[in-house]
């Protein structure tokens, strides 16, 4: 952060939501991202935690169980961790084509959210390790959302992609907070 950013936000902490279906690997991806895999201990289906000094990231299922309508996705970003948010992370089982249309109708859906207008979208097309997963360029294409400015390879089992998925947002966020 630049000083002059620094002084007009003295002590800004920067909101990343990170959104997926269930199963995708989000879990997964904060203990990575947190702990280097191993599992600290955190409630299971809906969290916020400090992932640095600055940065703080909630995670949530979304289409689990009931399909997500706008009334529930109104609740989400009226919490207060998700309002004025800096980036949005959205997890996507590469390995599993067939939920890919609900997926892409979910993100969708909440990047027509006015609360999301410009706010940055990188997506992680997680579970690169496995052979019947798609490629990043293919998750791409199948989304073909504008709003999506980054689509990036993962596994988050053994963690590759992640720090490079992490720098492409904090460059994104860096450029919308500008
Ligand atoms: P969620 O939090 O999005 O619901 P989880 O997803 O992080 O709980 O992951 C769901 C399952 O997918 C877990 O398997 C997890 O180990 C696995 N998984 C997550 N990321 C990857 C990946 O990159 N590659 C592979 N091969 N598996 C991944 P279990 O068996 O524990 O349910
Ligand atoms: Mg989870």
Not at 66 to 76: E, K, M, V, Y
């Amino acid at each position: 952060m630049s000083a002059m950013r620094r002084a007009i936000y003295p002590n800004r902490n920067f909101k990343i939501l990170m959104l997926g279906l269930d199963n995708a690997g989000k879990t997964t991806v904060l203990y990575q991202l947190l702990n280097g895999g191993s599992p600290p201990t955190l409630p299971a289906n809906e969290e916020t935690v400090q992932l640095t000094r600055r940065v703080s990231f909630t995670i949530h299922d979304v289409g689990f169980q009931q399909p997500i309508t706008r009334a529930s996705l109104d609740n989400l970003f009226q919490d207060n961790h998700c309002q004025d948010l800096d980036g949005l992370i959205f997890v996507i089982d590469s390995s599993d084509q067939s939920r890919f249309e609900v997926a892409k109708r979910i993100l969708r859906r909440i990047l027509s959210s006015h609360d999301m207008t410009g706010v940055p979208v990188v997506v992680f097309a997680n579970k690169q390790d496995l052979p019947q997963a798609v490629s990043p360029l293919e998750v791409t294409n199948s989304l073909s959302l504008s709003q999506v400015r980054h689509v990036q390879g993962t596994s988050a089992t053994d963690g590759s992609g992640l720090t490079e998925g992490m720098r492409q947002l904090r460059r994104l966020v860096r450029e919308f907070r500008q």
